[in-house]
């Protein structure tokens, strides 16, 4: 059965690799606009990374690896898609860059123990079958006090349950995101974790796009659009996040969130 779903995942990012135009891809908008909470929360736990071995699981186009790579760090890009792997390759030589490329299946990584400073991965443990079983081979290639940093959907909010049910084109039909529960799981491995969620009423920009401007969710991906239309959404996008500064002290809130980031330390 995980073979069968792993399969499905790979041909579905293979094709959507494929019209893929890494000319369009503003790499540091994906860590440093005010739409990628997630990667900003993140890079303040992670600190300085140069000289650091970084792993990215789930390298998708290689926005991570080559935004890793620009600040210093040696990266290795994987994924389980080939076509993913080579897009991510090629927008590192658009960016003049070097990063190290390889199809990888993060359940199984190939890499000896205590290898990596860092593992990153970005919205991909919701694509695994297990992902307790992808979180132990993190933890297993990380160097003693290396770091491991994720941020994934969670399962929760009503608001976007609905617009997954809508957007059945623009994703895997295996996918499922996660239980907010999976922390403590997480502090069963590492020592230390840190971990926030993101978008409770920030979601409105994603009603917005639907009821307002009439985008289609199966023609364009809400969660790239927030990214490439950062600056046109900025000021409605800054005041709806002091609303979910306010929410998330709220009890059982986080729950209601989008999105959750962490960063665990071995």
């Avoid at 809400?222 to 979910?244: G, H, S, T, V």
Wanted: hydrophobic share 40%; glycine share 4%; with cysteine.
């Amino acid at each position: 059965m995980q073979d069968d779903t792993l399969e499905k995942e790979r041909r579905f990012h293979d094709a959507w690799a494929a019209a893929i135009d890494i000319d369009g891809i503003r790499v540091a908008d994906y860590f440093e606009a005010c739409t990628a909470p997630e990667n900003r929360f993140i890079l303040r736990k992670l600190g300085n990374i140069q000289g650091k071995l970084l792993l990215d699981l789930g390298c998708g186009a290689g926005e991570n690896s080559v935004y890793f790579a620009k600040k210093g760090a040696r990266c290795v890009a994987t994924d389980y898609s080939p076509g993913m792997v080579e897009v991510a390759l090629q927008l590192a030589a658009a960016n003049g860059v070097q990063i190290e490329g390889r199809t990888a299946n993060a359940m199984a990584l190939d890499f000896p123990d205590n290898t990596f400073d860092i593992v990153y991965a970005s919205n991909l443990l919701h694509h695994i079958p297990d992902p307790k079983i992808a979180l132990k081979e993190m933890h297993r290639v990380l160097k003693p006090g290396g770091k491991a940093c994720f941020w994934d959907p969670l399962k929760h909010n009503p608001v976007i349950n609905v617009y997954r049910r809508m957007a059945t084109e623009v994703r895997t039909e295996d996918e499922t995101p996660l239980d907010i529960n999976i922390v403590n799981y997480i502090k069963t491995l590492f020592t230390k974790t840190d971990y926030d969620t993101f978008w409770i009423a920030t979601l409105w920009i994603f009603l917005r796009f639907y009821l307002i401007e009439k985008v289609n969710p199966n023609k364009e991906r809400y969660w790239k659009k927030i990214i490439i239309e950062q600056e046109r959404l900025k000021p409605n996008y800054r005041r709806l996040e002091k609303i979910d500064g306010f929410l998330k002290k709220l009890p059982l809130m986080k729950r209601m969130s989008w999105n959750i980031a962490v960063v665990a330390t071995k």
